[in-house]
């Protein structure tokens, strides 16, 4: 079972120079584009596989379990997944999960994205999100179909090449929807380790220069 949504990808392009500012998109098309704002933006798609497990006191059962590994592996779970539960089960169930998405490297996800119908009392539903960023529509030539582009407008490919690059490169597309905080958490003793190494080595100018002779040559 799958549902898609599409979003439409907020990203923020820099345009202009100096006290410029990047015009209003609204009202633009390829071919009628005389800003330097381009119409061509990347959309993400995203898709989510249900599977509802039985649960019992224990959690999930090893039965289970083999079951879930199965289904993960027809769907080829991958890097820049989302797995979560949205659980009606018993407690254990969603460590018993966790455990077994990570076996493919991944963290359970904290919440789960709604899904169509309920889940089944004494059960438990692990929900696979797969992401994926596309430019719809883009190369884009079709300015150039009749010979003839205003100097004042930009090429109808205009921006295909970044908002494609971007597309393909991003490891998680969903940060093009709503980007990402900081965890505003940071390693003080790793800061403060390189601050005192520098503070306490010794400068390389300390023992003078070596002495050196131009005599004894042939």
């Given at each position: 079972m799958s549902r898609t949504k599409t979003l439409a990808a907020i990203a923020a392009l820099a345009a202009g120079a100096g006290a410029c500012a990047a015009p209003s998109a609204n009202g633009l098309s390829a071919v009628n584009n005389p800003s330097i704002y381009s119409v061509h933006q990347p959309v993400v798609e995203r898709t989510d596989f249900v599977l509802d497990l039985s649960t019992d006191a224990q959690g999930v059962s090893a039965a289970e379990i083999e079951r879930l590994h199965g289904w993960f592996d027809s769907i080829q779970l991958r890097y820049g997944d989302s797995v979560s539960v949205d659980d009606s089960g018993y407690g254990n169930a969603r460590a018993d999960v966790a455990r077994a998405v990570a076996e493919y490297g991944l963290l359970l996800?904290?919440?789960?994205?709604?899904?169509?119908?309920?889940?089944?009392?004494?059960?438990?539903?692990?929900?696979?999100?797969?992401?994926?960023?596309?430019?719809?529509?883009?190369?884009?030539?079709?300015?150039?179909?009749?010979?003839?582009?205003?100097?004042?407008?930009?090429?109808?490919?205009?921006?295909?090449?970044?908002?494609?690059?971007?597309?393909?490169?991003?490891?998680?597309?969903?940060?093009?929807?709503?980007?990402?905080?900081?965890?505003?958490?940071?390693?003080?003793?790793?800061?403060?380790?390189?601050?005192?190494?520098?503070?306490?080595?010794?400068?390389?100018?300390?023992?003078?220069?070596?002495?050196?002779?131009t005599t004894g040559g042939n």
């Amino acid at each position: 079972m799958s549902r898609t949504k599409t979003l439409a990808a907020i990203a923020a392009l820099a345009a202009g120079a100096g006290a410029c500012a990047a015009p209003s998109a609204n009202g633009l098309s390829a071919v009628n584009n005389p800003s330097i704002y381009s119409v061509h933006q990347p959309v993400v798609e995203r898709t989510d596989f249900v599977l509802d497990l039985s649960t019992d006191a224990q959690g999930v059962s090893a039965a289970e379990i083999e079951r879930l590994h199965g289904w993960f592996d027809s769907i080829q779970l991958r890097y820049g997944d989302s797995v979560s539960v949205d659980d009606s089960g018993y407690g254990n169930a969603r460590a018993d999960v966790a455990r077994a998405v990570a076996e493919y490297g991944l963290l359970l996800a904290p919440e789960a994205p709604v899904t169509a119908g309920r889940v089944p009392p004494g059960s438990v539903r692990v929900v696979a999100s797969r992401s994926t960023a596309s430019v719809p529509g883009c190369p884009d030539w079709s300015s150039s179909d009749n010979g003839i582009v205003p100097p004042q407008n930009t090429s109808s490919n205009y921006g295909c090449a970044s908002a494609a690059n971007l597309a393909a490169m991003i490891a998680n597309p969903q940060d093009l929807v709503q980007g990402r905080d900081g965890s505003g958490r940071g390693s003080a003793s790793l800061a403060g380790r390189a601050i005192r190494t520098y503070r306490e080595s010794q400068p390389t100018g300390r023992q003078g220069l070596p002495a050196t002779t131009t005599t004894g040559g042939n």
